[in-house]
């Protein structure tokens, strides 16, 4: 293989395919949608039964419109975390298609991370934004101070990229393995209950509490959602949060990038 550019021009054709991709499959959207929103309404509804009699602040210092605030935003950034990278990678390394994108003088994951931008970006905006119009007319929810949608913004790019990060390394299970489904599925569930998706983290039991607390996956939902609703401590809080999502973002894409080398180094295609 040839040493990979890293110049941004040479994955943008990527993401033009993954945008015209995209287009073909528009009901996926809808499914999408009606999948989210029933999720989301089972979890928000439980939830606002829990805090109903209360007339402060419940366990974990939730509200009943900070609760739903944070379940409702954290089922829309699963929406735009859901960006197939893991189902697409193993697939190709199934067929051998691999074969292809790797005789050309490009990096696989930013490849990877190109066609990926535009199943975020409509994902976050054809899903994720009528999910939280929806509910906002349908129930009370928290206004966010604008410095926290501030710190918000960057919080959830991060998470983003923490995603793509986790995504690609379970696809990447199918270098080792000839069906990454159950990989799939127990990732899934892993990182719903971790990053606070089902249950928001402040309410775990505390052993639990702890390891949720420095696993990457709160970054993907509890990180964020903890400065649009304002429950840091200041300035040092703030920073701890975006903080951890650094260090694990920085962190992941090292690990992608060599476990990736390892697993080209004992690939092997056949075909004819």
Not at 65 to 94: G, K, P, W
Not at 188 to 201: K, R
Request: positive net charge.
């Amino acid at each position: 293989m040839r040493r990979p550019v890293l110049r941004p021009g040479g994955y943008l054709p990527f993401a033009t395919s993954g945008l015209q991709s995209l287009l073909q499959y528009r009901s996926t959207f809808l499914i999408t949608g009606i999948t989210a929103a029933a999720g989301a309404a089972v979890t928000v509804f439980l939830w606002r039964a829990v805090y109903a009699d209360g007339s402060g602040p419940g366990p974990g210092g939730f509200t009943p419109a900070s609760i739903t605030t944070y379940l409702v935003v954290a089922q829309v950034l699963a929406v735009v975390h859901t960006n197939r990278v893991d189902d697409e990678v193993a697939a190709e390394v199934y067929r051998g298609d691999i074969a292809v994108t790797l005789v050309r003088p490009l990096s696989y994951p930013l490849v990877r991370f190109a066609a990926c931008l535009p199943v975020i970006g409509a994902n976050a905006v054809l899903v994720g934004v009528p999910l939280l119009v929806l509910f906002a007319a349908l129930v009370p929810l928290t206004a966010p101070r604008p410095v926290d949608v501030l710190l918000f913004l960057p919080s959830a790019a991060l998470s983003v990229l923490i995603a793509f990060c986790v995504n690609l390394l379970t696809g990447m299970a199918g270098f080792v393995t000839t069906n990454t489904w159950g990989v799939r599925m127990a990732k899934q569930g892993v990182v719903a209950f971790f990053a606070g998706q089902m249950v928001p983290l402040a309410l775990l039991p505390g052993p639990l509490h702890a390891l949720a607390m420095v696993l990457p996956f709160r970054a993907m939902a509890d990180g964020p959602l903890t400065l649009l609703l304002g429950r840091y401590e200041g300035a040092a809080g703030a920073a701890a949060v975006l903080g951890h999502q650094l260090a694990w973002g920085a962190g992941l894409v090292l690990l992608c990038a060599a476990l990736w080398r390892a697993a080209v180094s004992r690939l092997e295609v056949l075909g004819g």
